[in-house]
């Protein structure tokens, strides 16, 4: 084995090959620095994806764990890597024109396994899960976390409050709200599970990896891990709501709260191990022991590694080329300067429209500076004897590099509001979404969509291809966020507040319209 490593260190063809990956890979981490820098700033503000910082390293133990399979199976470079490296590029494009940062991190995975077939060849095939492992330091778009943790949340109280009544202890669940007489719990997005569910699965898929058993056995590990979590949350929720009951809301806050965390996570841990006993119990009656056992196995390395024919350049110098094309194209993109036609401030948006009188109102500098918008107006309107409805538009002249709106689905739990219905509705012949939101006994509706230089737009997936589209198109990618909000109080209907709101969009948004830049005149021809 030393005499055929020293063989392969001599080689001056595998030096070559060695530099070209490692160009290469360090001119990848260049393109993508922008969105990787994404993530890795989610993985320092939430706590859901905190376990992110230990993925890149525990991918790099997979490999070199595998690092004799490589090195005794390895053949040749493969030209099959190049289809997977140009479509990680194309992705890459798409995500970075629109704003996607999801379609940069998954784009950036995909030119890995396609730079480790161009680079290996056959022996890529133990670097899959390795690299397929990075998933899990991918987080979620904003969006779909919501959703994520609204459809947790209210599963994880339910249970939670069917654990409860065993102990013969009344409760009443309204939403997320846990009633239990003198004291109410609310089931925070914190608590959805969401904490326990990402690194779970991290750690699900890497006992999986390591269990040297049927493929079914480990699916079937991996997969426990999500009823598990949302299972051991319920758990979590229901000692809460018992500790509450019996020595008070102070069960509920602070240290303790964590810690019960901190226990519950751990005996998830405890449960997949658990299962794993309880698998080889019932099946092959192996010990964990021998299951989790590394494999050992030292072979020859192929003598490929030493054999000129064995070290084709070529595939991986063209993955190189091809990425540095893409660094080229990227950089003319985003330096092409935009020109939508010119706004109109929307500071001198009228405080009367239409039998409507408003007030300006200001949003906070740190806030501003967070949106990272061009314009905006924020005003209170209220017509003769209705109650108020407040108006918000926020303007973007240019929606690359991730400045663009923050879409109300997410903004809205983050305020501590709960979506309790969510719809498409049409307004006028034009597009809107109508959100009715809660928190403890208000309500109010809102309604949302999007002006995306001169098209209304409600759906965020169509928003994000107009916006790719239209920067290559028409070089442009300015748009807006318009956000109409009433309360819904006791002393009236739902349809009252629903009138009142398409009143006030009816006769606002076509003074908006004068505001906003409309279609460009390539398109309109």
């Not at 994806?49 to 133990?61: D, K, R, T």
């Not at 709200?177 to 109410?184: A, R, S």
């Not at 967070?370 to 924020?378: A, G, I, P």
Request: charged content about 15%; hydrophobic content about 50%.
């Amino acid at each position: 084995m030393e005499m055929a490593n020293s063989r392969i260190a001599q080689s001056p063809q595998l030096l070559k090959l060695i530099i070209a990956a490692s160009l290469m890979f360090l001119l990848s981490l260049w393109l993508y620095w922008d969105g990787l820098a994404v993530a890795v700033l989610r993985w320092e503000r939430q706590e859901e994806y905190s376990h992110g910082y230990l993925i890149p390293l525990i991918s790099l133990y997979f490999i070199w764990e595998a690092r004799y399979k490589i090195l005794s199976t390895y053949e040749k470079p493969s030209w099959l890597g190049l289809p997977i490296i140009v479509l990680a590029l194309v992705i890459f494009f798409v995500g970075e024109v629109s704003a996607l940062f999801i379609l940069i991190h998954y784009s950036f995975i995909l030119l890995l396994l396609g730079g480790s077939l161009a680079l290996l060849g056959h022996a890529a095939k133990f670097t899959v899960l390795p690299i397929l492992f990075l998933c899990f330091a991918i987080p979620l778009p904003y969006f779909l976390e919501v959703i994520l943790t609204a459809k947790m949340q209210l599963i994880s109280s339910e249970l939670g409050v069917m654990i409860i009544r065993w102990f013969s202890i009344p409760v009443f669940l309204s939403g997320n709200i846990i009633d239990l007489g003198v004291y109410k719990l609310q089931v925070v997005e914190a608590c959805s599970g969401l904490r326990y569910l990402f690194p779970l699965m991290s750690l699900s898929f890497m006992a999986a990896y390591f269990y040297r058993v049927r493929f079914w056995k480990r699916g079937l590990l991996f997969i426990s891990a999500v009823p598990v979590t949302v299972v051991m949350n319920s758990v979590r929720i229901a000692i809460t709501g018992i500790l509450v009951d019996q020595f008070g809301i102070e069960m509920a806050e602070g240290f303790l709260h964590d810690f019960e965390g901190w226990i519950i996570f751990m005996a998830c841990g405890g449960i997949l191990v658990c299962e794993v006993i309880i698998l080889e119990m019932l099946t092959s009656k192996i010990s964990l022991s021998e299951v989790f056992a590394p494999e050992v196995e030292i072979s020859e390395p192929s003598s490929a590694w030493y054999s000129t024919a064995g070290l084709r350049l070529a595939p991986i110098l063209t993955g190189l080329v091809l990425v540095l094309v893409a660094l080229g194209t990227i950089s003319q993109v985003d330096n092409r300067a935009e020109t939508p036609p010119a706004a109109r401030s929307l500071a001198s948006f009228p405080l009367k429209v239409d039998g409507w009188l408003g007030h300006h109102n200001k949003l906070d500098q740190p806030v501003i500076e967070s949106l990272k918008m061009t314009d905006y107006v924020l005003a209170d309107y209220r017509s003769e004897g209705s109650s108020p409805v407040n108006f918000y538009v926020a303007y973007y002249a240019s929606q690359r590099k991730g400045s663009s709106p923050h879409s109300p689905r997410v903004c809205i739990p983050g305020g501590g509001w709960e979506i309790a219905n969510l719809e498409r509705q049409n307004i006028q012949g034009f597009p809107v979404n109508r959100v009715i939101i809660r928190k403890e006994l208000s309500s109010q509706l809102v309604y949302y969509w999007f002006e995306e230089r001169g098209i209304p737009v409600a759906n965020e997936y169509v928003k994000k291809w107009m916006l790719f589209r239209d920067a290559f198109q028409i070089n442009r990618t300015d748009g807006a966020l318009v956000r109409v909000t009433t309360p819904i109080f006791e002393t009236e209907s739902l349809a009252d507040a629903e009138n009142r709101a398409q009143n006030f969009i009816k006769s606002a948004r076509p003074k908006l319209l004068e505001f906003l830049p409309g279609p460009s005149m390539e398109k309109e021809g």
